[in-house]
T-cell receptor
């Protein structure tokens, strides 16, 4: 079993839909990170969370430390949101990555 | 632009060869991380350096080695290359070396081994 599990693996949505991507982890962490990887390959950090909830534009990230679970929500999805979303948990020195969720938003 | 630079962007080489990938961290960041992303796998942590010293090792093969220089740039050396080494290699940097620091990723080096 992977230390960081993401679901779903693949997701296709229509423009405007509300999207939720889930991340569960089994290790102790100091922080959880959500990353976005575009088709060209570049990786961008979206959020770093150690508790509660953060919002940036149409993106919302939440974390429940007791349940070892985090969610990334995208409101009013748009085709430009199409990317791979990766959950990474921060251990003592390094990230442990989930396998990613491939999101495609159709116009 | 994350502020992290990687060279070269693309590298095509043959099996058995040796290559060097270079990474310059963001100004002020002391820690450098190397990751490998193969087609059939997600991101895999290879190795981390902090202020010139190796801090953590992941799934790095013995054929691979890295170092961080006094000016904080880092190099990843891959030798005796095999077809399976074809991947995207990312470098990331952070202020310190702890897991609760945000990491900033470079654009990656795409290595193709023929």
């Amino acid at each position: 079993k992977n230390e960081v599990e993401q679901s779903p693996q693949n997701l296709t949505a229509q423009e405007g839909e509300f999207i939720t991507i889930n991340c569960s982890y089994s290790v102790g962490i100091s922080a959880l990170h959500w990353l976005q990887q575009h088709p060209g390959g570049g990786i961008v950090s979206l959020f770093m969370l150690s508790s509660g909830k953060k919002k940036h534009g149409r993106l919302i990230a939440t974390i429940n430390i007791q349940e070892k679970h985090s969610s990334l929500h995208i409101t009013a999805s748009h085709p430009r949101d199409s990317a791979v979303y990766i959950c990474a948990v921060g251990g003592t020195y390094k990230y442990i990555f989930g396998t990613g969720t491939r999101l495609k938003v159709l116009a | 632009d994350s502020g992290v630079t990687q060279t070269p962007k693309h590298l095509i080489t043959a099996t058995g060869q040796r290559v060097t990938l270079r990474c310059s961290p963001r100004s002020g960041d002391l820690s450098v991380y190397w990751y490998q992303q193969s087609l059939d796998q997600g991101l895999q942590f290879l190795i981390q350096y902090y202020n010139g010293e190796e801090r953590a090792k992941g799934n790095i093969l013995e054929r691979f080695s890295a170092q961080q220089f006094p000016d904080l740039h880092s190099e990843l050396n891959l030798s005796s290359l095999e077809l399976g080494d074809s991947a995207l290699y990312f470098c990331a940097s952070s202020v310190s070396g702890s897991g609760n620091n945000e990491q900033f990723f470079g654009p990656g080096t795409r290595l193709t081994v023929l």
